[in-house]
């Protein structure tokens, strides 16, 4: 049955891998916590639902125990369209928002040097520093950077073809510097690899294209030095928007370099360029001294 739903989520709704994968763990952890091998969707009631997420809340964050919530949610409703149950346990079950936490970036001056300084001496360490400048140049996410290969980047218009959240598409600019880099590393990458079948990955290893993990650990690594508490590609992501509208980026640009659906998303980048702002004007404005 929960592989229908997954079947449900990904060809009917077009939810993304990622996404089909947290609400199919979600489901998974409830039909353990009630019943294991026994577990029947139609017997949870309202309150083995909440039972569940509060013994949750012991260790997941606000955010996750709301994904959790929607999983089920989306679960019995699918189940209630089919004809399997005539009533909805997780209809009523409502969480509270978790407030937005402010994205975190990494300091210009800092992502600068990590970048200037990157070290291509070897395979390894050449890859390393392609990633660290793909997320900081284009802002893209790591699955899409993970799954971009080399048929998706045009050398002559300057340009990538990303495959976003839910198969979106969308069209980034690659600047010349970066072009570069990139034909020096498929060098590197074709020299170790010559059998890698096409489409090849940007970012391959032994077996095509790297894995999650092995992107978050260069990322780690490549931000070990560095003052942001948090050290992933959405950090990098971040970083990559911040810069943007401290430099005059309008914010609808910014919205379609990011894939963003919604400018509402987007917005939440304004109050850290305002906090930009007004840390550049309390060290360089003469009233600045006397008045803040």
Same mark, same amino acid.
């Given at each position: 049955?929960?592989?229908?739903?997954?079947?449900?989520?990904?060809?009917?709704?077009?939810?993304?891998?990622?996404?089909?994968?947290?609400?199919?763990?979600?489901?998974?952890?409830?039909?353990?916590?009630?019943?294991?091998?026994?577990?029947?969707?139609?017997?949870?009631?309202?309150?083995?639902?909440?039972?569940?997420?509060?013994?949750?809340?012991?260790?997941?964050?606000?955010?996750?125990?709301?994904?959790?919530?929607?999983?089920?949610?989306?679960?019995?409703?699918?189940?209630?369209?089919?004809?399997?149950?005539?009533?909805?346990?997780?209809?009523?079950?409502?969480?509270?928002?978790?407030?937005?936490?402010?994205?975190?970036?990494?300091?210009?001056?800092?992502?600068?040097?990590?970048?200037?300084?990157?070290?291509?001496?070897?395979?390894?360490?050449?890859?390393?520093?392609?990633?660290?400048?793909?997320?900081?140049? /284009?802002? $893209?996410?790591?699955? @899409? +950077?993970?799954?971009?290969?080399? !048929?998706?980047?045009?050398?002559?218009?300057? &340009?990538?073809?990303?495959?976003?959240?839910?198969?979106?598409?969308?069209?980034?600019?690659?600047?010349?510097?970066?072009?570069?880099?990139?034909?020096?590393?498929?060098?590197?990458?074709?020299?170790?690899?010559?059998?890698?079948?096409?489409?090849?990955?940007?970012?391959?290893?032994?077996?095509?294209?790297?894995?999650?993990?092995?992107?978050?650990?260069?990322?780690?690594?490549?931000?070990?030095?560095?003052?942001?508490?948090?050290?992933?590609?959405?950090?990098?992501?971040?970083?990559?928007?911040?810069?943007?509208?401290?430099?005059?980026?309008?914010?609808?640009?910014?919205?379609?370099?990011?894939?963003?659906?919604?400018?509402?998303?987007?917005?939440?980048? /304004?109050? $850290?360029?305002?906090? @930009? +702002?007004?840390?550049?004007?309390? !060290?360089?404005?003469?009233?600045?001294?006397? &008045?803040?």
């Amino acid at each position: 049955m929960l592989r229908e739903f997954e079947d449900y989520m990904r060809l009917e709704l077009n939810r993304s891998r990622l996404t089909v994968e947290a609400y199919s763990r979600d489901i998974s952890q409830f039909a353990a916590w009630l019943g294991g091998e026994t577990f029947d969707p139609a017997s949870a009631t309202t309150a083995d639902i909440r039972a569940w997420l509060g013994s949750m809340a012991r260790e997941d964050s606000p955010v996750t125990l709301r994904r959790k919530a929607q999983s089920l949610r989306a679960f019995y409703r699918w189940l209630l369209r089919r004809g399997s149950i005539t009533f909805n346990p997780a209809a009523d079950i409502i969480l509270a928002k978790a407030p937005k936490r402010l994205p975190e970036f990494v300091k210009e001056q800092e992502i600068e040097a990590i970048v200037k300084n990157g070290d291509i001496s070897d395979f390894r360490s050449h890859r390393a520093h392609i990633a660290i400048l793909m997320l900081y140049s /284009t802002g $893209l996410r790591q699955e @899409e +950077l993970r799954t971009l290969t080399d !048929a998706d980047i045009d050398f002559s218009l300057r &340009e990538a073809k990303v495959t976003g959240k839910r198969s979106k598409q969308r069209v980034v600019p690659l600047p010349p510097e970066l072009l570069d880099e990139i034909a020096e590393w498929q060098k590197v990458r074709d020299a170790r690899y010559p059998s890698l079948p096409a489409p090849r990955p940007l970012l391959a290893g032994a077996n095509g294209a790297i894995s999650k993990k092995t992107l978050y650990d260069i990322v780690r690594n490549a931000l070990s030095g560095s003052s942001a508490m948090r050290k992933s590609p959405h950090v990098l992501r971040h970083t990559f928007a911040t810069s943007m509208l401290n430099d005059g980026a309008s914010l609808d640009a910014v919205k379609e370099f990011l894939g963003h659906s919604s400018l509402a998303t987007t917005q939440i980048y /304004t109050h $850290l360029s305002f906090n @930009e +702002l007004k840390k550049s004007y309390a !060290a360089s404005h003469p009233r600045a001294k006397t &008045e803040c």
